[in-house]
């Protein structure tokens, strides 16, 4: 038999290969599962961030790879920490990134009759117990990774006694703190997580979903596994730190009569040079004012990275090269940034922007004229076709792009030197207009109108090729480019945030001056200024002018590193 592969192969072939991968399809081949069911499990009680997106990716890719379904749930448990808000930018940011869970949106809360009804089930079984130690005391009965723990003196409560108290609890009888519902497992247990550990907490708090009908909660862990097991998920994927909580998962579904058995694999967490990838972290940057907010361009949340531009493709893709393992690393944010340069090198539209503009007349241009020229949109797309450039006696260029001493290397304008102005002319350096203070403050140039379209006529050439505006329909813009919201790769967060914060994270650069159709982008539409980075329009412009944020620059440190090898 010839070996060429089959569809199904070559398919299986292009899929990412993991041990989850791996664990699903020999699931799938053994006939342990039919289909399979994933989902994706947000706390509402903050933004997500890119940790998420790898999540995501994986819950919803696996699903989508295996002909499966993967559903979002808010594993809301905690009223006092979670909100609409956090529940409503969840959806919006899962939507952005591409993926969709269809009619596969739960709630933890929508399983709390059923969770209370397991809870009474496990004081029955004799396996539960209402406990009045105090939050201190009870941390002391707990013992330590070394030493056991020791038997609350209300562990041994009738299971009368413990219904009543817990249906007291319910009733609202008693004050936050005052008693907990805990499971009676092993407190001498080697794994702390199975010492009995608290499964209901009373918490007199209103729920963004069941508003006041509830006054005890379940715990994250009592809530997690049973809502796998209520939505029949098949693969209960989550990160390493989860693993100890394992056995007590397992625990929960051998004692409930749950309907399904999930099964639950962890993977590592993402993990980012210069930035924090934890909630409450990033909480804390929000709420000691380090950034603007939530979706400040400089954070990692996929609101922040959105405002700035990164394309949710290039985080998708970026998720795929992180891939799936089971051991911790740190990932360069060079690596992101290659992945957003790769997409929006391919369709940013190209335009021109002045950020530091120094005045050049072109005094063989007559006055009081201009003219149209023709402009590629984009050279890596044909089909985003051209635009008409005006041009005229004065002009915008990069006052860095001009040098009075100029060595020889500096290939761009200096006195007596030509260069091309992108899409347009030749022009030569004739003459440096200084102040009083012998600050440069105009440059004289000549032009030559056989060179038009920016081509020799004569095989004359140029080294340097440079950007620049027509001052006459210029657009003044704020331009905010960005930097790493923290100074070290490896952020050393033990002195607090500040002290790690980098404060160059944010440069503002006021009276930019843009090609006029610049003006017409739109928050989340990429463009690339030449020469200069990828951008894109901030939604705190005005009217009279657009604010842009540079989303990356231009030179690839990623790419770069892994040519040297
Ligand atoms: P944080 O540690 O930032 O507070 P979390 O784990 O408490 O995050 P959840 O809302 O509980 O936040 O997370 C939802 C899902 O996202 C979980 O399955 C969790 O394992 C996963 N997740 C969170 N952070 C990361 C990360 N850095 N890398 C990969 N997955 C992550
Ligand atoms: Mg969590």
Same mark, same amino acid.
């Given at each position: 038999?010839a070996d060429?592969?089959?569809a199904?192969?070559t398919e %299986?072939?292009?899929?990412?290969?993991?041990?989850?991968?791996?664990?699903?399809?020999?699931?799938l081949?053994?006939?342990k599962h039919?289909?399979?069911v994933?989902?994706?499990?947000p706390e509402? =009680? +903050?933004?997500?961030?890119? +940790?998420?997106?790898?999540?995501?990716?994986l819950?919803?890719?696996?699903?989508?790879?295996?002909g499966?379904?993967?559903?979002l749930?808010f $594993?809301?448990?905690?009223?006092?920490?979670?909100?609409?808000?956090?529940?409503?930018?969840?959806m919006?940011d899962?939507?952005w990134?591409?993926f969709?869970?269809g009619?596969h949106?739960?709630? %933890?809360?929508?399983?709390?009759?059923?969770?209370y009804?397991?809870a009474e089930?496990?004081?029955?079984?004799?396996?539960?117990?209402?406990?009045?130690?105090?939050?201190?005391?009870m941390?002391?009965?707990?013992?330590?990774?070394k030493?056991?723990?020791?038997?609350?003196p209300?562990?041994?409560?009738s299971?009368?006694e413990?219904?009543?108290?817990?249906r007291?609890?319910? &009733?609202?009888?008693?004050?936050?703190?005052?008693r907990?519902?805990r &499971?009676?497992?092993?407190? %001498?247990s080697g794994?702390?997580n199975m010492?009995?550990?608290?499964?209901?907490?009373?918490l007199?708090?209103?729920h963004p979903?069941t508003?006041?009908t509830?006054?005890?909660y379940?715990?994250y862990?009592?809530?997690?596994?049973q809502?796998?097991?209520?939505?029949?998920?098949t693969?209960?994927?989550c990160t390493l730190?989860?693993?100890?909580h394992r056995?007590l998962?397992d625990?929960?579904?051998?004692?409930?009569?749950?309907?399904?058995v999930p099964?639950?694999?962890e993977?590592s967490?993402? =993990?980012?040079?210069?930035?924090?990838?934890?909630? !409450?972290?990033?909480?804390e940057l929000v709420?000691?004012n380090?950034?603007?907010?939530?979706n400040?361009?400089?954070?990692p949340?996929?609101s922040g990275?959105?405002?700035?531009g990164?394309?949710p493709?290039?985080?998708v893709?970026?998720?795929?090269?992180?891939?799936?393992?089971?051991? $911790?690393n740190t990932?360069?944010?060079a690596?992101?940034?290659?992945?957003? !340069?790769?997409?929006?090198?391919?369709r %940013?539209?190209?335009?021109?922007a002045?950020l530091?503009?120094?005045?050049?007349?072109i005094?063989n *241009?007559?006055?009081?004229?201009?003219?149209?020229?023709? &402009?590629v949109? =984009?050279p890596?797309?044909e089909?985003?076709?051209?635009?008409?450039v005006?041009?005229?006696?004065?002009?915008?260029?990069?006052?860095?792009?001009f040098?009075?001493?100029?060595?020889k290397?500096?290939?761009?304008l200096?006195p007596?030197?030509?260069?091309?102005?992108?899409?347009a002319?030749?022009?030569?350096?004739t003459?440096?207009i200084?102040?009083?203070?012998?600050?440069?403050?105009?440059l004289?140039?000549t *032009?030559?109108?056989?060179?038009k379209? +920016?081509?020799?006529?004569?095989?004359?050439?140029v080294?340097?090729?440079?950007?620049w505006?027509h001052a006459?329909?210029a657009?003044n813009?704020?331009?905010?480019n960005?930097?790493h919201l923290f100074?070290?790769?490896?952020?050393?967060?033990?002195?607090g945030?500040e002290?790690a914060? =980098?404060?160059?994270?944010?440069?503002?650069?006021?009276?930019?001056?843009?090609?006029?159709?610049? &003006?017409?982008f739109?928050?989340?539409?990429?463009?690339?200024f030449? !020469?200069?980075?990828?951008?894109t329009?901030d939604p705190?412009?005005?009217?009279?002018?657009?604010v842009?944020?540079?989303t990356?620059?231009?030179r $690839?440190?990623w790419?770069?590193?892994?040519?040297?090898?």
């Amino acid at each position: 038999m010839a070996d060429t592969p089959t569809a199904a192969e070559t398919e %299986a072939d292009d899929r990412p290969s993991d041990f989850i991968r791996d664990v699903i399809a020999d699931d799938l081949a053994s006939g342990k599962h039919t289909s399979i069911v994933t989902r994706f499990p947000p706390e509402p =009680n +903050g933004f997500l961030h890119l +940790g998420h997106a790898k999540s995501i990716c994986l819950n919803f890719g696996v699903a989508a790879e295996f002909g499966g379904h993967c559903s979002l749930r808010f $594993d809301d448990t905690n009223p006092v920490k979670e909100e609409q808000k956090y529940i409503d930018s969840i959806m919006e940011d899962v939507r952005w990134l591409g993926f969709d869970w269809g009619e596969h949106l739960h709630h %933890a809360a929508d399983y709390f009759e059923t969770f209370y009804a397991w809870a009474e089930h496990l004081i029955t079984e004799g396996k539960a117990y209402v406990d009045d130690l105090s939050p201190e005391e009870m941390r002391e009965y707990r013992g330590t990774l070394k030493e056991p723990g020791k038997d609350s003196p209300h562990r041994n409560r009738s299971v009368d006694e413990n219904l009543d108290m817990f249906r007291r609890m319910k &009733a609202g009888e008693f004050e936050n703190g005052a008693r907990v519902l805990r &499971a009676k497992i092993d407190m %001498a247990s080697g794994n702390i997580n199975m010492r009995d550990p608290v499964i209901y907490r009373i918490l007199h708090a209103k729920h963004p979903r069941t508003g006041d009908t509830w006054c005890i909660y379940p715990t994250y862990d009592f809530a997690h596994g049973q809502g796998d097991a209520l939505e029949h998920v098949t693969h209960s994927l989550c990160t390493l730190e989860f693993a100890d909580h394992r056995p007590l998962y397992d625990w929960f579904i051998e004692n409930l009569p749950v309907p399904a058995v999930p099964r639950q694999y962890e993977f590592s967490r993402l =993990n980012l040079t210069h930035t924090v990838l934890s909630k !409450r972290r990033l909480i804390e940057l929000v709420e000691e004012n380090h950034v603007t907010g939530w979706n400040d361009p400089r954070m990692p949340t996929l609101s922040g990275l959105r405002r700035r531009g990164y394309p949710p493709e290039a985080i998708v893709d970026f998720s795929g090269r992180v891939g799936i393992t089971k051991s $911790d690393n740190t990932i360069e944010y060079a690596l992101l940034e290659h992945c957003v !340069r790769q997409d929006l090198n391919k369709r %940013a539209e190209r335009r021109m922007a002045v950020l530091n503009p120094l005045k050049v007349v072109i005094t063989n *241009y007559p006055k009081g004229e201009s003219e149209m020229l023709d &402009a590629v949109n =984009n050279p890596e797309d044909e089909s985003a076709g051209t635009r008409q450039v005006s041009f005229g006696r004065e002009l915008w260029i990069e006052r860095d792009d001009f040098m009075e001493d100029a060595p020889k290397k500096f290939f761009r304008l200096a006195p007596g030197r030509e260069v091309r102005l992108r899409w347009a002319y030749f022009v030569t350096c004739t003459d440096v207009i200084k102040d009083d203070a012998g600050e440069i403050v105009e440059l004289h140039c000549t *032009y030559d109108p056989a060179t038009k379209g +920016g081509d020799s006529p004569d095989g004359r050439k140029v080294k340097g090729t440079m950007h620049w505006v027509h001052a006459a329909d210029a657009v003044n813009a704020e331009v905010r480019n960005y930097g790493h919201l923290f100074r070290d790769a490896e952020p050393d967060l033990s002195s607090g945030l500040e002290a790690a914060i =980098n404060p160059d994270s944010v440069e503002i650069v006021t009276d930019c001056k843009l090609e006029p159709s610049l &003006a017409k982008f739109s928050p989340g539409v990429p463009v690339q200024f030449e !020469r200069l980075g990828y951008y894109t329009m901030d939604p705190d412009g005005t009217t009279t002018a657009p604010v842009f944020n540079r989303t990356v620059g231009l030179r $690839d440190t990623w790419a770069k590193e892994k040519k040297k090898g």
